[in-house]
């Protein structure tokens, strides 16, 4: 998969592209580590531009962000996931885990945690 990370006023963006290669993990978190070090920190993923779903791997790389996020006080929420992924998330109730918002703006515009940068 492809990241593209854009800093968005308050929040970083995510954008997610491409298709999931081995190690998928380990790799985005060696490409995310150095953007995630702000307490705080508010990240928007947006799965618009992905282009194909392999849930073990897609969980790795949510599970791992989400552990960095929380460690950080911050908060993580996710966008524009496809039907497949929707019904997935639904099914195995990680809807409860992930915050899932239509489009980035709905994300943008929810209620955030404010932790602050403590």
Not at 46 to 73: A, H, Q, S, W, Y
Not at 84 to 107: P, S, V, W
Request: aromatic share 12%; net charge positive; proline share 2%.
């Amino acid at each position: 998969m492809k990241y593209h990370i854009v800093k968005d006023d308050d929040f970083f963006i995510v954008k997610i592209s491409g298709q999931p290669k081995k190690n998928e993990a380990l790799q985005v978190k060696s490409i995310l580590s150095s953007y995630l070090k702000e307490r705080g920190i508010r990240v928007i993923m947006d799965f618009k531009e992905l282009e194909k779903f392999e849930p073990i791997t897609l969980l790795g790389v949510l599970n791992g962000m989400r552990k960095e996020i929380d460690l950080l006080g911050g908060c993580l929420k996710l966008c524009s996931l496809k039907l497949e992924i929707l019904n997935y998330f639904k099914e195995n109730r990680l809807d409860q885990f992930f915050k899932i918002y239509k489009d980035e703006e709905g994300a943008k515009k929810s209620e955030w945690r404010n932790y602050g940068k403590r």
